[in-house]
């Protein structure tokens, strides 16, 4: 109890710095029709970015009413005509009465109605995560179909869609009342056709609506999944296994409860696959048998153990590290060299050796810029983000310690506390856990900066984890 206390304490302090940064607040209602597929919001968003060539996304199934600012008056916009499209959206931008584009207020209110089709016994041919989905039972919106305002930095190309929130969901035209749940990411689901829903933590927020049923173990969730009691509690057992290995890791309580949800998607999909997509903190999937998740002996397969621990990682590595032209590096490699320390761990020790050579092999035909030579965060793509960095942290683990790699990455997260996280920040914290100035130069100069870093990698990497 005392230890409850105490997290409880812990908890709402984090809450209340959080809050009084000033983040990104969205506020309002919104109203959905199960049977028409009508959905009907009118939000307001405070604390925008400063951005100067922005555009507000909507998704294009929706018709604006109309924009207002803080005095309720109505504002002029551009974008209804000859539209700018980002993805799934519609981009707008205000004006003045002249229809120049004006800056970005810090506030603004939006009304906007738009309906998307119903698949009862019929099917699209494709679906993906960008698609609002609704059958029979469910409606899904995630973050990336823009169901709510986003900010689009054009120049930088970067979508503001993390917020705090303060909403309230109604749902109408369910069949079965009972048994209408609603669920925002970063809240906990709730068996309501009309609920208000808060977060003081920033997320993307991935809206689940329906007639669906859900499991609570001490704040973490099953929604929609039909899992037995018994096969819920192996499964919240696997989690608690990956979290507390997190934890020892980086000496700090995992703090983000968890929601697992199982969705159908709208396309007809070939029997047996499985199609998953994360919107931290939530884990959705479809076509996934949850009351085989744990294998015979009561764990999760070796690459779902992986699979999770990557993802739980973010419960450390997330928006806190999500800026500066390495953020990928911070943002991904992180939690995937802690997928690969957590696999050591609970994995068959023969598993580890073969995804990291599995990674090696990837790399092999690309070149890369040395990490000291990045100018735009972008230049990391997708093999650098998830291969080449997490496999730089493990020669790094490997030359110096697993020890002395987690005490780095304590004292990283602490400076991304306050500012952007830099290779001198990561320089800083090798030097503050032991490592030898001389040392760390050197494994800076073979596996960092190099021209040859990649090569370095790959050979060091090789010749370690090779049968
Ligand atoms: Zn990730």
């Not at 039972?137 to 503001?160: G, N, S």
Request: charged letters at 25%.
């Amino acid at each position: 109890m005392k230890y409850l206390v105490g997290y409880l304490l812990f908890v709402l302090i984090t809450l209340n710095s959080f809050n009084a940064k000033g983040q990104t607040h969205l506020s309002g209602q919104v109203a959905i029709n199960l049977n028409t597929g009508l959905i009907a919001c009118d939000f307001k968003l405070i604390n925008l970015p400063n951005v100067e060539n922005y555009k507000v996304l909507l998704n294009k199934g929706f018709n604006i009413k109309h924009f207002k600012n803080e005095d309720n008056t109505t504002l002029h916009y551009n974008g209804y005509y000859a539209p700018f499209v980002q993805g799934e959206a519609l981009g707008y931008h205000f004006s003045d009465s002249k229809r120049n584009k004006i800056d970005l207020p810090r506030a603004f209110e939006v009304s906007y109605v738009g309906a998307f089709p119903k698949y009862e016994n019929e099917y699209n041919v494709f679906d993906f995560k960008g698609l609002i989905a609704i059958n029979n039972q469910t409606l899904r919106a995630t973050e990336q179909t823009k169901w709510y305002p986003v900010i689009y930095d054009v120049d930088a190309d970067k979508l503001f869609n993390s917020y705090t929130y303060d909403i309230e969901v109604s749902i109408i035209g369910t069949t079965n009342t009972d048994s209408t749940s609603i669920f925002i990411n970063g809240s906990a689901p709730k068996k309501e056709t009309k609920s208000r829903f808060v977060s003081k933590k920033q997320v993307p927020l991935f809206l689940f609506a329906g007639n669906y049923s859900f499991i609570d173990n001490n704040g973490d969730y099953i929604l929609n999944a039909d899992v037995t009691s018994q096969n819920a509690e192996l499964i919240f057992n696997n989690i608690e296994i990956i979290k507390a290995s997190l934890s020892e890791k980086l000496k700090q309580k995992f703090t983000d409860n968890i929601y697992l949800l199982n969705h159908k998607a709208v396309n007809k999909r070939r029997a047996g696959s499985s199609w998953g997509f994360n919107v931290y903190p939530s884990f959705a999937f479809t076509g996934l048998n949850f009351n085989t998740l744990v294998k015979e002996n009561k764990r999760f397969d070796d690459n779902n153990i992986r699979y999770f621990a990557h993802e739980f990682a973010h419960n450390y590595f997330s928006t806190n590290v999500n800026s500066g032209k390495l953020k990928w590096f911070w943002l991904e490699s992180f939690p995937e060299y802690l997928s690969f320390s957590v696999a050591s761990d609970l994995c068959d020790k023969e598993y580890l050796p073969k995804v990291l050579l599995f990674k090696t092999k990837r790399l092999s035909d690309k070149n890369f810029k040395p990490l000291t030579e990045i100018v735009d965060k972008d230049e990391i793509d997708d093999l650098y983000r998830y291969s080449l960095g997490p496999l730089i942290l493990q020669c790094f683990q490997d030359t110096f310690s697993k020890e002395k790699t987690n005490k780095i990455m304590v004292s990283l997260l602490k400076k991304a506390n306050r500012k952007s996280l830099t290779l001198k920040d990561f320089k800083e914290a090798a030097i503050e856990s032991g490592i030898k100035k001389s040392d760390f130069e050197s494994f800076n100069e073979k596996y960092i900066s190099s021209k040859n870093f990649k090569s370095n990698v790959i050979d060091f990497i090789t010749k370690k984890y090779s049968p």
